[in-house]
């Protein structure tokens, strides 16, 4: 009888550290496999980028008849 109850305390135990550490390990290594994932999701289904025009990067100057008439 007195066997029954340290065994069940011993794995009571065990049970609280085992989801103690299962839960540390999953803060600790969800974001690091979140980040390595969408990083790898999105460079692989981004179409690639077209070189910019470095001459048109400058304010538009339009005239204010030709804002009005539209």
């Given amino acids: 009888m ?30 690091k496999f979140i980040e390595k994932g969408s990083d790898y999701l999105y460079n692989k289904y981004q179409p690639p980028l077209k070189p910019q025009d470095g001459d048109d990067w400058g304010p538009e100057i339009v005239k204010k008849s030709t804002l009005e008439g539209a």
């Fill in 2 to 31: 007195k066997q029954d109850q340290e065994c069940k305390k011993r794995k009571s135990v065990w049970n609280v550290i085992g989801s103690i550490v299962f839960v540390a390990g999953i803060l600790v290594l969800m974001p």
